[in-house]
Structure formats: structure tokens, C-alpha cells
């Protein structure tokens, strides 16, 4: 079953491509982004938005606005100017609970992912003698196994017993949902959280996130979900879903820029409840905030657990970034992805079948803008047909030991650009691997 539909042969598939790139709405969205040009002079083709988005042109006005502010108000650049920096973040705070389905209250922009998986860790991983494990997947993103195997050590219990991390079945690329549910069910009254991504970054499989929670609040586990590769990637509803946080970066297809702000999802039943929480003056009640009181009354929400105050240079872009999504919607976005990813998920396979094979899912529900391309005639090659890939201007991503990941994003790639990866990859392949 891969939900993709017959298409033709290859002769014609380049102008099945330019028609589905004229019936496409979304089409115009690709102008307000700046695409970097390959040596020769003619746009690359970036299917790289997984790893770092483009840059929105929109951005460097923005900039420049809040350098002039800063620039001719000084500190005064606090209460003045055309967006006061005081109130700044409360800005993305509406588009961004739009783009995850979350209330308003629930969702704050701030610092870096790994900072705010940290400090959701702090209020939502409560070790007791009984229950006192973290569920992870055998391969998750190096940081976040950084972050929760030292949370484990930091409250005196041992990663060897405390971290369990599941791996897919023998022979298989991707986990599957009863694989994790029946574990959970399994092993759930000894874990005390689950935390897992919404994409996995390596496989780029959409998880099952509605079983995942079900299967993980019935144990009565704590439940938290790293989206660092699901936002503005695929469609979230994260309030319905009823995780306890979500954590997620804004760099990478949130276009905001390299190391922008990040941002954090707490379930609204958790608002006001007795957690433990590192505090910080701006998670403050900010009505009495500036009385400078010893005393720490938090913010209602979200906002409780900001630290800071927030780098305005870093949040300009993620506000024009957030304007963009609201103007294209994420719905529209995912109708164009799948087609777009399905569209070269079946050129792979119709072209390269027996030299490179995608490991992602391949049923549109488990899948998201990415796919992972195993090249598996002469795997030994893989990391050559990567370099010549770039030398002809295709810019993807590397991971060892034979994985391509590229990702053609809704917003600003074409199906023409896929169609002539496929030919670029099959030349390429064909050159290298025999
Ligand atoms: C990109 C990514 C990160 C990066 O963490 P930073 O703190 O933003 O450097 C962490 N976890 C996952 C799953 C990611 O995909």
C-alpha cells in the first residue's frame, strides 16, 4: 500500500512535473524566499529545509527595523517603536498555537531545543523508586539522549537500567505503532516518561503520536514529544492530542534562521498545578515582574517557564517566518507535501528500483516532506554519489553509513526540481555505483 498514483512513463514525467507546478497554489510562495545559487550561476536545488530552512526575504527588513529601534531608542526601544520589544514574543504566540493546535496559553517561544527539553525534564521527569525509567527510541537524535541519560545520572539513578531504548524489529528501517504500544503496555508502571519525536530525523517516519499518548497516559506515564522535524512539516494538534509538552527548534522547516528561538508546548492541565520548574524573571507574572520582588510569582501558561528575556534579533525572523505559514496554511502545505514527496518517493522507485531504495515509510500517513535514500548497490559509494550530488547542485544531507536525506518542502520547492533530482541521482548512481 503507498498511495501513490500511476504516472508516466519517463519521457513524460518532466511535463508532469511543469503541470503540477502550474496547478500549483502554493506555487508563488517559493519568490519571498531567497534560493542560494549553485557555482554555475543557476539556483541549487534545496532540498535541505529539514536541516536548515531558507531564508524568507521578508527577514532582513525586519532586522533592520529592530536595529534602527535599537539604534535611535536605545533601552527606550523597550516601550517604543512600531513593535515594542516588552510584548515581542506574545507576537509568534498566536500563529505558532495555530501551527501546532495548541491554545494560545500553552505555547511560549524561547531559547534553544535542547535548553527546553532540559527544562521540561526538570518539571515532568519525576523519578520515584518504582517508577523511574525514560523510554526513547535506539535511535534518537544524539542530544536528546544527551539530555535525558544526564537528567537520569542528575537524579542519582543508573542510564544502564533507567534508559530503555526501543529498536525497530530485526530487518526492519522504521518502528512500528504496535511495536511501541505494546511495549508500553508491557513496560509502561516502571517508565516515568516516553519521550519521542513526531518525525524521526534519520527514517523521516511520521510516529503514531495520538497511540503513543493513549498507550502512555493509560500507564500513567508522563508524555512528551520532540517535534524538531514535525513542525511545519506536518499538521499537529497538540491539545486535542493531550501530551504533557512538546519541545520543538524553529530553524529547521520553520525557516527562522540558524540557532533561532525555539519553542515549548505545555498541556493547559498542567498550568497553575504544583510542578517543579527552574524559574526565571521573565516567567514572572509580568504584571508585577518590574517590582523586582524576592519573591516569584509565575506567569499564568507557558510562560511560567521562560528564563530570560528574548533575544529580539533571533525573534524578527520567526515572526516573519510564522506570517508566511499563516498565509500558505498548514493544511494547503500538506497536501502539496505529500504530493510532492509521493511524487519523488515513485520517480525513486520507477527509476533507481535496485540502486537506491527510500527506508522512509512510504503510506502517506507515515511520511512527512523527507525521505531517506538508502543507496544500496554499492553502499561503499554512497558517500561519492553524496559529493557528486552537490558537485551538480543538489544540496541534501549527509548521514553515515549510506543514508541521503532530502526533503523537498511545500513552501519553496517545485515538482520540475524533483523530477530533475531524479535525473541528476540516476546519472549519478549509475556513474558511481557499478
Ligand atoms: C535538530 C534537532 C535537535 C537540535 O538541537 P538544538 O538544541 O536546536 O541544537 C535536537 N533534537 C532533534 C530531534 C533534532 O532534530
Not at 210 to 216: K, S
Not at 265 to 282: D, K, S, V, Y
Request: hydrophobic share 40%; net charge negative.
Amino acid at each position: 500500500m503507498t498511495d501513490l498514483e500511476a504516472i508516466p512513463d519517463w519521457d513524460h514525467c518532466q511535463e508532469l512535473a511543469r503541470a503540477l507546478d502550474a496547478a500549483d497554489q502554493l506555487a508563488s510562495f517559493r519568490d519571498q524566499f531567497h534560493i542560494p545559487q549553485h557555482t554555475d550561476g543557476h539556483e541549487c536545488i534545496y532540498f535541505c529545509g529539514n536541516s536548515l530552512g531558507l531564508q524568507a526575504k521578508g527577514v532582513r527588513a525586519a532586522l533592520e527595523i529592530e536595529l534602527e529601534h535599537w539604534a535611535r531608542l536605545g533601552v527606550g526601544a523597550h516601550f517604543n517603536g512600531r513593535i515594542p520589544w516588552m510584548p515581542y514574543h506574545e507576537l509568534v504566540r498566536e500563529p505558532l498555537a495555530e501551527l501546532v493546535g495548541a491554545q494560545a496559553p500553552e505555547v511560549v517561544a524561547m531559547s534553544s531545543l535542547t535548553v527546553n527539553l532540559h527544562l521540561m525534564l526538570v518539571s515532568f521527569y519525576r523519578p520515584t523508586p518504582t517508577r523511574n525509567k525514560i523510554l526513547i527510541e535506539k535511535h534518537a537524535f544524539p542530544s536528546d539522549r544527551y539530555a535525558v541519560e544526564s537528567q537520569i545520572r542528575f537524579h542519582g539513578f543508573d542510564p544502564e537500567t533507567c534508559l530503555l531504548e526501543l529498536a525497530p524489529g530485526v530487518g526492519l528501517d522504521c518502528l512500528s505503532s504496535e511495536q511501541i504500544t505494546q511495549f508500553i503496555e508491557a513496560q509502561g508502571e516502571s517508565i516515568a516518561l516516553i519521550l519521542l519525536p513526531g518525525v524521526q530525523y534519520y527514517t523521516g517516519q511520521v510516529l503514531d503520536l495520538e497511540a503513543i499518548t493513549r498507550a502512555g497516559r493509560e500507564a500513567g506515564c508522563r508524555v512528551g514529544f520532540d517535534l524538531a522535524h514535525s513542525v511545519g512539516n506536518v499538521p499537529l494538534d497538540l491539545h486535542a492530542l493531550g501530551c504533557d509538552f512538546a519541545v520543538w527548534c524553529s530553524y529547521k522547516y520553520l525557516n527562522a534562521g540558524p540557532g533561532a528561538v525555539a519553542g515549548c508546548f505545555i498541556h493547559q492541565r498542567h498550568h497553575g498545578a504544583e510542578l517543579p520548574r527552574l524559574n526565571g524573571w521573565w516567567g514572572h507574572d509580568p504584571q508585577t515582574r518590574f517590582l523586582m520582588g524576592p519573591e516569584f510569582v509565575p506567569s499564568r501558561g507557558a510562560d511560567a517557564w521562560q528564563l530570560s528575556n528574548p533575544p529580539i534579533l533571533a525573534l524578527a525572523p520567526l515572526r516573519v517566518s510564522l506570517e508566511i505559514f499563516q498565509a500558505a496554511g498548514m493544511q494547503r502545505l500538506r497536501q502539496k507535501s505529500l504530493k510532492l514527496t509521493g511524487f519523488l518517493l515513485q520517480l525513486i522507485q520507477e527509476q533507481l528500483s535496485g540502486w537506491v531504495r527510500s527506508i522512509t515509510p512510504s503510506i502517506k500517513e507515515q511520511r512527512g516532506c523527507q525521505l531517506s535514500l538508502m543507496v544500496e548497490k554499492k553502499p561503499e559509494s554512497a558517500r561519492d554519489v553524496f559529493s557528486a550530488l552537490g558537485d551538480r547542485g543538489v544540496v541534501a544531507d549527509w548521514r553515515a553509513p549510506n543514508i541521503i536525506r532530502v526533503a523537498p518542502v511545500p513552501l519553496y520547492n517545485r515538482f520540475i526540481e524533483v523530477y530533475r533530482f531524479v535525473e541528476i541521482l540516476s546519472e549519478v548512481v549509475r556513474n558511481r555505483c557499478v
